[in-house]
């Protein structure tokens, strides 16, 4: 069987290019994240406030309140993930980005690996949120959804997270929706032109 943390979630799928309107230039770049390093992450009873200090010491990010993300030191993210919640992106992290968390923060709280569980897209360019607005059914404009701000929609029929980073914003959802979640993207951003 294959390792499915090793083998991209697009792999086959996310084909460089561009597509849509073909004349201009484009007005939506769409693009995968590498989720290797993403892990969940749970405070245990009674260890939030001491899960938030080794989280600040380690890599200068602490618990997002609801509905945010903070960004630490070396791009790690800490993202609201429901109640009780959180995940984890540790750019360098790879497949070991669990362990490295689970060393951090000792007994304050549970990891869970979900490398090759879930799949990340980035969707920015000047008409990526009017794009969007075709897929997504909240308000992505910056002043009603500014960078760092977190939610849990659909895409279609699809549950996504949707997080704004200051220059795009990323989709992620369970693996086995990836390559329709990249399709979904392609067709909302076709008229404005896309390039992969």
């Keep these: 069987m294959a390792d499915l943390a090793r083998l991209p979630a697009l792999d086959g799928v996310a084909q460089s290019g561009r597509s849509g309107r073909a004349d201009g230039e484009p007005g939506v770049r769409l693009s995968t994240l590498d989720g290797e390093g993403l892990v969940a992450l749970a405070p245990r009873r009674g ?3 001491d899960l938030a200090a080794r989280l600040r010491s380690t890599f200068g990010v602490s618990l ?5 993300a903070i960004v630490g030191r ?3 993210a800490v993202l609201w993930g429901g109640l009780g919640q959180y995940l984890v992106l540790l750019p360098a992290g790879g497949l070991h980005a669990a362990a490295r968390l689970a060393e951090a923060i000792g007994h304050a709280g549970a990891v869970t690996a979900l490398a090759g569980a879930r799949t990340l897209v980035t969707i920015g360019g000047p008409d990526a949120t009017e794009a969007l607005s075709r897929l997504v ?3 992505l404009d910056t002043e009603a959804f500014p960078p760092g701000s977190v ?15 200051e220059d795009d ?7 086995s929706f990836g390559a ?3 399709h979904a993207c392609l067709a909302a951003g076709r008229g404005f032109g896309v390039v992969t």
């Design 47 to 49: 260890q939030h406030n």
């Design 74 to 76: 070396a791009g790690v």
């Design 137 to 139: 059914p909240i308000d």
């Design 64 to 68: 997002p309140d609801p509905g945010r």
């Design 151 to 165: 939610a849990h929609t659909l895409a279609g029929h699809i549950g996504v997270l949707v997080w704004r980073r």
């Design 180 to 182: 329709e979640l990249w």
């Design 169 to 175: 914003v990323v989709l992620g959802c369970y693996r």
